[in-house]
């Protein structure tokens, strides 16, 4: 696997300005971590244009969503640390 250049945590709406903000500063080398009310997007389809999508799972299930295709792998706690700890950087929108 190729090291994460910056990990970006999102858990804004996609209405939120952070969010776009968020996805104007995703580069080819980095990771998003969708968590809280980030993982709506994923209910709107939303398309991110990288490789390494992930969703926290206990955010996805309190709001009714799955992560679907191979896309957006799902995560639990101990996971999300775990990509804090490969990254370069990590940076919470």
Request: glycine share 8%; proline share 6%; with cysteine.
């Amino acid at each position: 696997m190729n090291v994460i250049h910056t990990l970006h945590i999102l858990n804004k709406t996609p209405e939120h300005p952070r969010f776009r903000e968020c996805l104007g500063m995703l580069g080819p080398d980095d990771a998003l971590a969708l968590t809280e009310n980030g993982v709506l997007a994923l209910a709107g389809g939303q398309p991110f244009g990288l490789e390494r999508v992930y969703a926290l799972r206990t955010d996805l299930s309190a709001r009714g969503l799955s992560a679907t295709g191979a896309t957006v792998q799902p995560i639990d706690y101990p996971d999300l640390v775990e990509l804090t700890l490969e990254a370069k950087r990590v940076i919470s929108w």
